[in-house]
């Protein structure tokens, strides 16, 4: 598994800046901070600790997809959308299914994401 983090500005500045401290790539230090955080060891000297796959990699601008959910989230919601900038991919109520028809339609990179309300209460978990 490979992630993206978007970091706000101010955290980003100070995790490069902690890296630049430390002698190490902005990638270790926050690949120390997560195994530290998550103590992946499960104590029979095995783990399943993350590995850094790609660097560098371009953030893809998604303020196109963005605005397009802003503009119709009533339409779609409670459905899963595909957006590709300006435009609508697939959707329906199976993510699988809608990711299956944005890779079948060429767009394999699409945003995937389940529409909410306006009106509804953010996920706060349990």
């Known amino acids: 598994m490979s992630l993206n983090i978007d970091l706000p500005n101010e955290l980003e500045r100070k995790l490069e800046e902690e890296a630049r401290r430390q002698g190490i790539s902005t990638d270790a230090l926050a690949r120390i901070m997560l195994e530290q955080t998550l103590k992946m060891d499960d104590g ?65 990179d699409a945003l995937m994401m389940r529409v909410e309300p306006n009106d509804s209460l953010p996920f706060a978990g349990f």
């Open 44 to 108: 029979n000297g095995s783990s399943d600790l993350p590995r850094v796959l790609a660097k560098d990699l371009p953030i893809k601008d998604r303020s196109r997809e963005f605005e397009w959910l802003r503009k119709n989230r009533d339409e779609y919601a409670g459905q899963w959308v595909a957006l590709s900038g300006d435009s609508l991919v697939a959707n329906g109520d199976d993510l699988k299914q809608v990711a299956e028809a944005a890779r079948h339609q060429g767009v394999p």
